[in-house]
């Protein structure tokens, strides 16, 4: 999407990103009550999502809005995974950004990203009272998973999916 869309943009992140996206992150996750132990605001990568998300396998993206962020999301390898297993992480918006389609726009665009890198699954975990979340995901093509994949260390989260990044591919 470009500014002539309304003027939301999808971009990659850039380290002047990393201190807005960060208060974001914690602003969200704290309004959910998500905020202790065994949740993504505690990841080491947080304060410094451009640059852990610079190395080869992982990309992040900003939305934006007359050069305010919005939120973002990004892919990156499943940790404790497989081969060709990434994951959907860090996808957070501020409530300005909810309800316009733009999680879904996100949400393709990161699917798009781990195909063309090559990944064949793609991951990710949620809360049970995330129910906008849980129907985003869907719409995605995510299916529930009976438990957790790899070892993200985010044991507060109670919800798993995956999607099939080969379906509907030519091969």
């Known amino acids: 999407m470009s500014d002539a869309d309304n003027e939301f943009v999808f971009r990659p992140i850039q380290a002047a990103d990393n201190p807005p996206m960060a208060a974001i992150i914690r602003e969200v996750m704290t309004g959910f009550g998500c905020d202790g132990p065994g949740f993504a605001m505690q990841d080491a990568e947080v304060d410094s999502l451009a640059e852990s998300y610079s190395v080869a396998g ?3 993206f900003i939305l934006s809005r007359h050069n305010k962020i919005l939120g973002g999301a990004g892919i990156a390898p499943l940790a404790g995974g497989k081969d060709g297993v990434c994951e959907l992480r860090k996808m957070y918006f501020l409530d300005a950004a909810r309800g316009k389609g733009l999680g879904q726009k996100m949400g393709e665009l990161c699917l798009k990203t781990a195909r063309d890198m090559g990944y064949k699954l793609c991951y990710l975990e949620t809360m049970s009272f995330m129910n906008h979340a849980r129907k ?3 719409k995605l093509g995510f299916k529930e998973l009976d438990k957790a994949m790899g070892d993200t260390g985010h044991f ?3 919800y798993y ?5 080969t379906a509907g591919q030519n091969s």
């Open 136 to 138: 985003l995901y869907k």
């Open 161 to 165: 999916y995956s999607v099939d990044l």
């Open 156 to 158: 507060g989260c109670d």
């Open 58 to 60: 992982h990309r992040y």
